[in-house]
């Protein structure tokens, strides 16, 4: 029997008004914990599920901000790494000629040549996070 036939019997059968009251608190309680017991075991999968869905999002948020950084610190370290050995192989050609302007111009690669180890330590930064990465990745499936 379920529980609107048992609530209309009830209604039909007791003539006592608090017995009435009793009953139908009774299976309204009981409807509850019913409720609460479903939601109990649907509420871990809803949250695995999300989760899931979640860890999928940002795993891929994180891939397109590792490709992002990846090149920015590769033209980081590309760009002024050039421009700092064009600097040093002036400087190297003008030293037995000018020695002052040889000296600007090693000056001028030493500054130029920040950015460029910037970048080589971003890049190195990267890759060594994305081997942890994969080596957590292996053991967690394991």
């Not at 891929?60 to 990846?70: G, L, N």
């Not at 040889?102 to 190195?124: E, H, Q």
């Amino acid at each position: 029997m379920d529980d609107k036939e048992l609530i209309k019997r009830i209604m039909e059968e007791v003539k006592d008004e608090k017995l009435r009251e009793e009953l139908l608190a009774l299976v309204v309680e009981k409807n509850k914990k019913k409720d609460d017991a479903k939601k109990e075991e649907e509420d871990p999968i809803d949250y695995l599920a999300r989760l899931a869905i979640l860890g999928g999002a940002t795993e891929e948020v994180a891939k397109r901000d590792w490709k992002i950084a990846y090149v920015i610190f590769s033209l980081l370290l590309i760009i002024p790494g050039t421009v700092a050995l064009l600097l040093f192989l002036a400087f190297l050609f003008t030293l037995f000629k000018d020695i002052e302007v040889a000296i600007s111009y090693l000056l001028i690669a030493i500054f130029a040549s920040m950015p460029a180890l910037i970048g080589a330590l971003g890049v190195s930064s990267l890759r060594s996070g994305k081997r942890e990465y994969e080596r957590f990745k292996r053991k967690s499936v394991n």
